[in-house]
């Protein structure tokens, strides 16, 4: 995932340790969108995953 993506994670984790495992923390998800939004522009498609956790994500190659 990481190489096609950016995962913004919000969760109340200590936020060195988000970025030691290559994601970046966030205290909401107002806050996760709008610097996603900010990062991509508005015609950009965000992925919210509300159990990333437990949630295995497939990409589709086409």
Known sequence: ML???KIFLVSEM???????IFMKPFNTV???YDNAVGELGNDSKVLVMPY???TLPILNSN
């Open 52 to 54: 990333g956790g437990s």
């Open 14 to 20: 200590n936020p060195e340790l988000v970025q030691s």
């Open 30 to 32: 107002q806050e996760a």
């Open 3 to 5: 190489k096609k993506a």
